[in-house]
């Protein structure tokens, strides 16, 4: 299974991204998907997560700010991520977890600055 990062970028305070990730490979349609977000010098923390219900779980630091979502393939992710702030800025993960097995993507680097 390869998860494929996309949508990072540099971005002024306020401002707007949105995250995509594509699942590959033998799973179409993984049981759990999320975005976690490592800052330099912090460690790995989960920002959202969605189950293959819809059933969504979000970060207190995001709550009200990004939104997940799964595409009608199932195998798709997106993370809509608004009112950016500095403190947002980190390599943000693509997770996947199927029947107890975890994958990662690459990671795709945001960048909130002036």
């Known amino acids: 299974v ?20 594509v699942a590959s490979g033998s799973i179409l349609a993984p049981n759990f998907m999320a975005w976690y ?28 700010r990004f939104t997940i979502s799964r595409g009608n393939s199932r195998n798709a992710m997106s993370l809509q991520m608004n009112s950016l702030k500095s403190e947002d800025t980190a390599v943000y993960f693509c997770n996947a977890v199927h029947y107890g ?14």
């Open 37 to 64: 977000r490592q800052a330099p010098g912090k460690q790995r923390e989960l920002v959202a997560d969605i189950n293959s219900g819809g059933t969504t779980n979000y970060a207190d630091s995001v709550k009200g």
């Open 101 to 114: 097995v975890a994958y990662w993507g690459r990671g795709t680097q945001v960048t909130v600055s002036s």
């Open 2 to 21: 390869q998860l494929q990062a996309s949508g990072g970028g540099l971005v002024q305070p306020g401002g707007s991204l949105r995250l995509s990730c």
